[in-house]
């Protein structure tokens, strides 16, 4: 860098984790660390596969190339190829498409359909090795998560995954130490703001249901951008992370202490982080009980506070308010079962009796919930039925931290079976089974095939 008054800065938290980034970027991350890459690699695959037929992904593949230039890195599960910010794009936009990614709920969003495929289309360009891959997804996920976890208001997952990105990114090029600093900077100044989809409670009126969701496919392009300009000279104001308006590190800060990608949750259901705690204590009350959900008179939520800042529509206009919807999504388990809801898809969207139940869900704040989130992550669910009230114990969601191999591979058939057929999704499965062994070719090529191939 060539601004004098600047060039030796390396201060503060950007600093800290520029420094970490280029003291860790050469090493094998730990076994735990380097199994949950693996894992995370593997859930955000199946995400992918489940929404790339999405709206949001179909325009934005349409116009990859023409905006962003031709390539050779594969737009997954297509077919075709853009250059790395186009393949990049896409895939994060079809991996986050139907909310079934995963996620951190100390950051409170989306870290992995952000970090995975900015990292496979960098390391598609270098040539990268899988380790070199999974260290940078390590890097990114510490980086990411703490950064969203340290702003002192709510922010979409777009609004801190650029830092993520630009961390595992910067990894994976070797980029200088006094770069990183400034794309670090570069990317939290130019990232999605979700002002109105991301901003305060309460929001009147409640956002529309939009493919742009969470801003994360940008927050890509982002963070990529942001270290190719840092490389070429671009500056950022670096004490970003510093101001205490907006972040709140712990004064003894260390990246790289924390593990961040260790404590990620897989989701079971392909809905919002904040519908699963009631969805876990509804599925509970109704096998103890042995509900139908004909039966279901009411059915009252009591939940974090955080869970009512989204939608929360009971009557969801599209497959994104319904993603964000605790009452349709709680009628939708009710009535057809875990499955409908692993993908969830349009065919529900009208049926006037998942509608009509929905109108039924109460949904109120627990001041003792909201107490101890994000802690722990609860609620309580009450059903009216059978002339009867079944009350729930406060109740956590399922898949935190991580899911099992086992489970991670139920999920993927489950939410696979109608787009894949058993035999392209076997194949990706044991794609996924040599990657852990330490071959990554058989993988990347199931991801440069159709869904049909």
């Keep these: 860098m060539t601004n004098d008054h600047v060039a030796d800065y390396q201060g503060g938290i950007v600093g800290k984790i520029s420094a970490y980034i280029v003291q860790n970027r050469d090493q094998v991350s730990s076994l735990p660390a380097r199994d949950a890459a693996l894992k995370c690699i593997f859930d955000l695959v199946g995400a992918t596969a489940v929404g790339v037929e999405d709206v949001g992904p179909k325009a934005i593949r349409s116009i990859a190339s023409s905006v962003f230039g031709m390539g050779a890195v594969p737009i997954w599960f297509t077919g075709k190829t853009s250059s790395v910010l186009g393949a990049a794009w896409a895939n994060s936009s079809a991996s986050a498409a139907l909310d079934l990614d995963d ?92 002002a109105f989809a991301g901003g305060p409670a309460p929001r009147v009126p409640a956002p529309e249901g939009a493919a742009v969701k969470e801003g994360i496919p940008w927050s890509v392009v982002t963070g990529i951008t942001a270290v190719l300009l840092a490389e070429a000279g671009h500056t950022g104001p670096r004490n970003i992370l510093d101001s205490v308006r ?94 409908s809801l692993i993908p969830i898809t349009s065919d529900f969207i009208e049926r006037a009796e998942v509608v009509d139940l929905a109108s039924k869900v109460e949904l109120s704040l627990s001041g003792e919930l909201d107490a101890v989130y994000p802690e722990q992550i609860l609620a309580r669910v009450t059903i009216t039925a059978k002339g009867r009230r079944f009350v729930s114990d406060p109740t956590p969601p399922q898949g935190e931290p991580l899911m099992t191999w086992e489970e991670l591979d139920a999920k993927f058939k489950m939410a696979t079976r109608l787009t894949m057929s058993p ?16 071959e990554l070719a058989p993988l990347l090529t199931c991801l440069s095939r159709t869904l049909a191939a």
Excluded at 153 to 177: E, K
Excluded at 269 to 281: D, E, G, V
Excluded at 423 to 438: K, S, T
Aim: aromatic letters at 8%.
């Design 246 to 339: 907006h972040y709140s590190f712990p004064e003894d800060y260390a990246p790289g202490t924390a593990q961040h990608i260790c404590g990620t949750y897989f989701k079971p259901y392909a809905c919002c982080r904040h519908i699963h705690a009631p969805l876990a204590a509804l599925e509970t009350l109704m096998a103890r009980h042995s509900i139908a959900g004909v039966e279901i008179d009411r059915m009252e939520v009591e939940i974090h506070s955080a869970g009512l800042r989204i939608s929360n529509r009971p009557d969801p206009a599209n497959l994104i308010d319904v993603q964000y919807s605790i009452p349709f999504c709680l009628a939708l388990f009710s009535l057809f079962g875990a499955q």
């Design 103 to 194: 996620g951190n709920r100390f950051a409170r969003g989306h870290p992995g359909a952000a970090i995975i495929p900015a990292v496979l289309a960098v390391a598609h360009e270098l040539g990268s090795s899988l380790e070199e891959i999974l260290t940078a997804i390590v890097i990114g996920y510490e980086v990411g998560v703490a950064v969203g976890a340290a702003r002192t208001t709510y922010g979409s997952s777009g609004t801190w995954t650029p830092f993520g990105v630009v961390a595992a990114v910067s990894a994976l090029r070797r980029t200088p130490w006094q770069a990183i600093e400034h794309a670090l900077a570069i990317a939290g100044e130019s990232a999605p703001s979700q």
């Design 423 to 438: 035999a392209n999704g076997g194949m990706v499965v044991d794609a996924i089974v040599l990657m852990r062994n330490g």
